[in-house]
């Protein structure tokens, strides 16, 4: 327990409004950690996988109508529309309380609440933030034991009168249309309620990492940001940090796990996995941005992750991992898409029902067996490139940050802001085309600056000025770059062949950093010579990567109706900056 008595009197009051039949803390130890197992194993909330091939895993199954983070379901809750911007959802917090409360009421009732004490970040580091979740699921204890340092350990930082966030949540009947997401930035206040998928109620993640903690961060001068951070460790033993920000299926875990490409395995670099999702970052006293990641554990998508594209992250998922809405084989192992394995000749699949392959539903479309969002929950200690910097309360030094989006066309292989300001306006107006798996029409370009649009917790306009006042106090700022490891040829083809070769880009953006490397001046910014890049190893004719390099006027006029089109709807809320940025890139096409 604690003597915080705030605390204290916030848990008396949520069980009042909840009215669970009792009341469990979180104490972080290993024999709670396995009772809370038995008892999710005896409740049907988990089902124990094979303890020979995958040690201490489990499976879960969501709800059906409860896979995926629900944007629409999700508000930022501010005195006044303004305050949370264009880009999100709002609702006055008045409302939002009494709505939720509504939903909240009663809803814990035969269930036990658990209280979760838990820090993003290094116990007791400078940058790191305490939260308190109420729960009244187990799977989400677990979740939030792998995700998050968790429990007498937080409490003792926090003392008697220390600040936290507090987290309420509650599955209530798991009705779509008695769902929501809400937050509270000025209250430091997060609630959740009708849901039971990891991304709306691991509370401590995306609600507040990024949605809380990104309102924290400009309030008190520092960044909370949606990007891996990896470092690159030359033979020599120095290592180079690097933090980079990618829309969803970008390969941003894939990049924060790579592999040196056997071209290069020359040159002897080792990669170092500090976080493959969000990045806290604060100025030191030597002027420099440091970051941490805040987390402590992994939440993948499972489709798609195999040994070619992944193998780190498959040697991580191997123990020790709480996988979600993918398929159980007979042999009470797990399967998905485009994994290492062939589909097996049956199994059950995601919504737990007999599942052969080639079945298809009423359309014809093939069913499949682990659901397009099936998650992983994995010790971010267990991968095999984890840098022990990930404990370190200062963090890593950044030397470079990275924007990306997936385009077939338009943006280069990659290309180097003129300065911080222009910086910010690539990354203010980053973009990625639709694929196949997600909703809207494919091709479609959807803005999303910094990877940022869905977790932002204020007005963009103002976060994109919080981004031009951080130069201000950098003495040495990381220099800004943009990649696109998706351009096509006119066949539809990808020009780049990715993965561990993506290393020899980022060897020149490095080398850009420490004057090492050549370019050529473009419209958009600095693009390599083809001689600039390492091709050591690498089959890859100069035509195509004449291509991969290719700043075509013509395509980038249009490029710039639509960043036009998208930062008008912060009208008169827009930066100086961003507006100056705008004009000068118009002015270098010649529009």
């Given at each position: 327990?604690t003597?915080?008595?705030?605390?204290?009197?916030?848990?008396?009051?949520c069980?009042?409004?909840?009215?669970?039949d009792?009341?469990?803390?979180?104490d972080?130890s290993a024999?709670?950690?396995?009772?809370l197992?038995?008892?999710?194993?005896?409740?049907?909330?988990?089902?124990?996988?094979?303890?020979?091939?995958?040690?201490?895993?489990?499976?879960?199954?969501?709800a059906?109508?409860?896979?995926?983070?629900?944007?629409?379901?999700?508000?930022?809750?501010?005195?006044?529309?303004?305050?949370?911007?264009?880009?999100?959802?709002?609702?006055?917090?008045?409302?939002?309380?009494?709505k939720?409360g509504?939903?909240?009421?009663?809803?814990m009732?035969?269930?036990?609440?658990?209280?979760?004490p838990?820090?993003?970040?290094?116990?007791?580091?400078?940058?790191?933030?305490?939260?308190?979740?109420?729960?009244?699921?187990?799977?989400?204890?677990?979740?939030?034991?792998?995700?998050?340092r968790?429990?007498?350990?937080?409490?003792?930082?926090?003392?008697?009168?220390?600040?936290f966030?507090?987290c309420?949540?509650?599955?209530?009947?798991?009705?779509?249309?008695?769902?929501?997401?809400?937050?509270?930035?000025?209250?430091?206040?997060?609630?959740?309620?009708?849901?039971?998928?990891?991304?709306?109620?691991?509370?401590?993640?995306?609600?507040?990492?990024?949605?809380?903690?990104?309102?924290?961060?400009?309030?008190?001068?520092?960044?909370?940001?949606?990007?891996?951070?990896?470092?690159?460790?030359e033979?020599?033993?120095?290592?180079?940090?690097?933090?980079?920000?990618?829309?969803?299926?970008?390969g941003?875990?894939?990049?924060?796990?790579?592999l040196?490409?056997?071209?290069?395995?020359?040159?002897?670099?080792?990669?170092?996995?500090?976080?493959?999702?969000?990045?806290?970052?604060?100025?030191?006293?030597?002027?420099?941005?440091?970051?941490?990641?805040p987390?402590?554990?992994?939440?993948?998508?499972?489709?798609?992750?195999?040994s070619?594209?992944?193998?780190?992250a498959?040697?991580t998922?191997?123990?020790?991992?709480i996988?979600?809405?993918?398929?159980?084989?007979?042999?009470?192992?797990?399967?998905?898409?485009?994994?290492?394995?062939?589909?097996?000749?049956?199994?059950?699949?995601?919504?737990g029902?007999?599942w052969k392959?080639?079945?298809?539903d009423?359309e014809?479309?093939?069913?499949?067996?682990?659901?397009?969002?099936?998650?992983?929950?994995?010790?971010a200690?267990?991968?095999?490139?984890?840098?022990?910097?990930?404990?370190h309360?200062?963090?890593v030094?950044?030397?470079?940050?990275?924007?990306?989006?997936?385009?077939?066309?338009?943006?280069?292989?990659?290309?180097?802001?003129?300065?911080?300001?222009?910086?910010?306006?690539?990354?203010?107006?980053?973009?990625?085309?639709?694929?196949a798996a997600?909703?809207?029409?494919?091709?479609?370009?959807?803005?999303?600056?910094?990877?940022?649009?869905?977790?932002?917790?204020?007005?963009?306009?103002r976060?994109?000025?919080?981004?031009?006042?951080?130069?201000?106090?950098?003495?040495?700022?990381?220099?800004?770059?943009?990649v696109?490891?998706?351009r096509?040829?006119?066949?539809?083809?990808?020009?780049?062949?990715?993965?561990?070769?993506?290393?020899?880009?980022?060897?020149?953006?490095?080398?850009?950093?420490?004057?090492?490397?050549?370019?050529?001046?473009t419209?958009?910014?600095?693009?390599?010579?083809p001689?600039?890049?390492?091709?050591?190893?690498l089959?890859?004719?100069?035509?195509?990567?004449?291509?991969?390099?290719l700043?075509?006027?013509k395509?980038w006029?249009?490029?710039?109706?639509?960043?036009?089109?998208?930062?008008s709807?912060f009208?008169?809320?827009?930066?100086?900056?961003?507006k100056?940025q705008?004009?000068?890139l118009?002015?270098?096409?010649?529009?």
């Open positions: 327990m003597d915080h008595k705030k605390l204290k009197a916030w848990v008396k009051k069980a009042a409004l909840c009215r669970p009792k009341i469990v803390w979180i972080g024999a709670q950690r396995a009772r197992e038995k008892e999710s194993i005896a409740a049907g909330e988990i089902h124990r996988l094979n303890r020979k091939k995958l040690p201490g895993c489990f499976l879960h199954r969501t059906i109508n409860d896979v995926a983070r629900t944007e629409g379901l999700t508000f930022i809750c501010t005195p006044t529309k303004k305050d949370a911007g264009p880009t999100n959802n709002w609702m006055a917090p008045d409302k939002a309380y009494e939720a509504d939903i909240f009421r009663g809803s009732k035969g269930r036990t609440m658990y209280v979760i838990f820090s993003m970040g290094p116990v007791g580091s400078p940058f790191s933030k305490i939260g308190i979740e109420l729960t009244d699921s187990i799977y989400v204890v677990l979740n939030m034991l792998i995700m998050t968790a429990g007498d350990k937080v409490l003792k930082q926090l003392g008697t009168n220390g600040e966030t507090k309420l949540h509650s599955k209530a009947d798991l009705d779509i249309n008695r769902r929501l997401i809400m937050h509270f930035p000025q209250d430091n206040t997060i609630w959740s309620v009708g849901s039971g998928y990891g991304g709306n109620v691991l509370l401590g993640k995306k609600c507040l990492a990024l949605r809380v903690a990104s309102y924290q961060a400009n309030q008190e001068g520092w960044m909370a940001e949606h990007m891996l951070i990896m470092g690159i460790e033979p020599d033993g120095r290592i180079q940090y690097i933090a980079a920000a990618f829309p969803s299926a970008c941003k875990t894939n990049l924060a796990m790579m040196p490409p056997k071209g290069l395995k020359k040159k002897g670099y080792k990669i170092w996995t500090v976080g493959d999702d969000i990045a806290w970052m604060r100025v030191d006293s030597d002027g420099r941005l440091w970051a941490i990641n987390e402590s554990g992994f939440f993948g998508v499972a489709p798609g992750t195999n070619k594209t992944n193998p780190n498959m040697a998922v191997n123990r020790n991992t996988f979600t809405n993918v398929l159980l084989k007979p042999d009470n192992t797990i399967w998905w898409e485009d994994g290492d394995e062939s589909a097996p000749p049956e199994g059950i699949d995601w919504r029902v007999p392959p080639g079945m298809v009423d014809g479309k093939t069913i499949k067996g682990a659901h397009p969002n099936s998650r992983f929950t994995a010790p200690k267990q991968c095999p490139t984890i840098s022990y910097r990930l404990e309360h200062h963090g030094p950044i030397s470079a940050i990275i924007f990306g989006g997936r385009r077939a066309h338009v943006a280069p292989l990659v290309y180097e802001a003129f300065n911080w300001e222009h910086g910010v306006y690539v990354g203010a107006t980053m973009a990625s085309e639709r694929t997600q909703f809207g029409k494919q091709g479609e370009v959807r803005r999303d600056p910094m990877a940022m649009l869905p977790f932002c917790g204020y007005n963009m306009a976060y994109f000025r919080h981004w031009l006042d951080m130069e201000k106090k950098l003495d040495k700022a990381p220099k800004i770059f943009h696109n490891w998706f096509q040829d006119k066949d539809g083809k990808f020009l780049w062949p990715g993965f561990g070769e993506n290393l020899r880009i980022l060897e020149w953006v490095l080398d850009r950093c420490n004057d090492k490397a050549g370019a050529r001046k419209p958009i910014g600095f693009v390599p010579n001689t600039d890049i390492d091709m050591t190893g089959k890859l004719s100069n035509d195509k990567m004449r291509e991969l390099l700043v075509d006027k395509e006029k249009q490029e710039l109706k639509g960043q036009k089109e998208f930062l709807r009208e008169k809320d827009l930066p100086q900056g961003i100056r705008y004009l000068l118009k002015k270098r096409l010649g529009v």
